[in-house]
């Protein structure tokens, strides 16, 4: 399936505490201007507003990135790699407390 959609979010200014999210439709070349939302019914399932393709979602992550936007979590790549880290730290500890010599 090829990419359908461009999405980018970008600061909206320098005083602005807000987010814009622009999407292009490369199949039907059109923007999306606005969003419209309506009642929901409890117990109903409705469809998603949007399916992204994985690259979209890439292009969608890589803008929040560029943003400043992290995960709050610690769960990525960086959060991974802090707890390993602090693994092998304590492991050090544990070696070198057993074995009587400084590491």
Aim: glycine share 8%.
């Amino acid at each position: 399936m090829r990419n359908q959609y461009r999405i980018g979010i970008y600061r909206s200014g320098p005083w602005q505490d807000n987010l814009e999210l622009h999407v292009y439709d490369n199949f039907n070349h059109g923007v999306a201007k606005t969003v419209e939302f309506e009642k929901a019914e409890e117990g109903m399932a409705y469809p998603p507003a949007l399916y992204l393709d994985y690259t979209a979602a890439q292009q969608l992550m890589d803008s929040l990135w560029e943003c400043g936007l992290r995960p709050s979590e610690g769960s990525g790549s960086a959060g991974a790699m802090k707890a390993v880290q602090d693994h092998l730290k304590d492991m050090r500890k544990l070696v070198s407390k057993s074995l009587e010599v400084d590491l």
